[in-house]
């Protein structure tokens, strides 16, 4: 490859043309373009350097991804698989024979055994739930309740225009048999498919055919007769989307309040023109009410629900109107109380407890219950080390990679014969050679870098210091250490290969196994009088071996979850201090350093381009005398000739 400096800007190469050279029958550009060479050797040499900034700030970052993603998943203390969470350290399995009445999990300090749960009563929150407003669809039913199918033998449906005739034969038996003959002859009437369908509800003791409005204009009648006491045969079919007039309500504007736990809500006035999903939103905005109270509309069964957000018998609702909220399913002055939930467990050791408690999820001597429904269950809870030791073990193989590629970054030998390429140079090559040369000249980029260095430094003297308090130790003891090979400096190792002896550890004594990872170091009052350094200093003796690694990490790319440029790694990759004119200030970080080189490159280009318009100035002046030489030439010739 040859060693050539990059194509020049106006010698030549640039958008300006110049027309020079027609008298003295010189090359001018050619000429320019080599009287330049230096200067474009110094813009190559500052963009080269630049390009070697720009490739050790992409490192940089690629590194700061990776460390962020080790934090996430193994040092926040939201994640599951937080190492420094002494919860971690108990896993438990727990097992339930009926999930449908109770499930568990269990933490630090459980009692391990079979656990009996009986749910007498589940919290619940405090509901006012309306009529259905598709009361207008329910047809013929017996004394029971249920659908009469012999009401509806025989009849006509009048659709659109359109009739279905209902079969009266024996074919017909059940109310499954009734929706599947009227929606078949709904899909084969090519006027009717796509409009309208059937379905069968059953809410509590009323059992209703609903018709499904599916396009805007559908009118349906049944043999003229009366509709659950209306005297009109046309069913309406409703949605949230329904105007609050198009069910009933006939007066201008509706207002009402709503209480909850003695609070009222804002006045909620709405005009019959608004719509049931109006209703539904103003309450659930109402500023009052905070979202302690949720509307909603049960499109199944046409009904208004109103719940309070929480559970338990200290919620209570109520609606204050007057009978207009009748039209819409609802009684005025109704109100209703949450309930608590009422349980009876009896533990492993015999003992039994009974009580109520106003959520159905929650926390008794480490298990963590969460209760499903009415009924007995038996929870079975048994220590479960494979959980803890397949963490360690996961976050093990992601931090030794980590270290690995780190170590790798910063060991590595730079090859000085590979440069970053000219703009010249990667015109002469294709794009296979220009990957295969950048790849050369990217190594070596962050050998012996300082950050890097000292981040690895302070993690592996994480593990060396005893931590005070804690009752096991890092080491030979409970099967974990560090690596003694010194390419493979930093890393974690199991000591007999397996992990089967840090498992044993973890099973015989978790509780020192927890601290001597996840144990938070605390000052006392004299040690907090000390100068910052020392305090440091002491914590982190009496921090546990993760805690102290979290911290590190902290600093050199900040707190879980952000992306500040405040931290060792992230500032010097990322924040730029440096706005002066000839990049000169700021504390040197990759952003300075390449906008200091983004100067650089600016300032040279304007002296090149200044000794590039001398020079074609002197090349022109030249053409000017040549032409006068020249014309003086030709009048002596033309005199001499003349004689």
Known sequence: MSDSISGLTGAGGGDMMRIVGMATGLDVDSMVKKMLLAEQAKIDHAKQKKQSIVWKQEMYRDIIKDVKELQDTYFNVTSKDCITSAKNYFDHDVTSINSTVATATAGEGVLEGNYNVKVDKLARVAQLKGNSLFIQGEIAKDASGQIDISTWKGKTIEINGQSINIDNSENIKTVSDLINNINGQISNNTELSGKLSVS??????????????????????IDNTTVTGLNTGEIKSINSFTKLSDVGLDVDTLNFKINYNGKDSKD??????????????????????????????????????????????????????????????????????????????????GSQITMTESKNDFTLNGVNYSLKGQGETSLNVKKDVDKTFDRIVKFMDKYNSLIDKINTKVTEKKDYSYKPLTESQRKEMKEDEIKSWEEQAKKGVLRNDDNLQNMLQSLRATFFEAVEGAEASFGQSIGIDTEGKYSKAGQIKFTDGTGAKFKEALKENPEGIMKLFTQTGKLTEEESKLPETKQKEILNKKSGIFQRMDSIIRDYVGIPGTTLNSAILTKYANKQEDYSLHGSGGSNTLPDQIYKHDNKVKELSKKMFKKQELLYKKFSRLEVAMNKYNAQAGWLMQQFGGQ
């Open 200 to 221: 069968y509800i059953k809410d509590g003791d009323n059992h209703y055919i609903k018709f499904n409005k599916l396009s805007n204009e559908v009118s349906v009648k």
């Open 268 to 349: 909620i006035i709405l005009g019959k023109d608004k719509t049931i999903q109006d209703l539904i939103n103003t309450i659930n905005t109402d500023e009052n009410l905070k979202g302690s109270v949720k509307a909603s509309f049960d499109n199944t069964t046409g009904k208004i629900v109103i719940n309070s957000s929480k559970t338990g018998s200290t919620e209570n609702i109520k609606i204050i109107g007057d009978d207009n909220l009748q039209k819409l399913g609802l009684n005025n002055n109704a109100s209703a109380q949450g309930q608590d939930a009422l349980f009876n467990i009896t533990k492993p050791d």
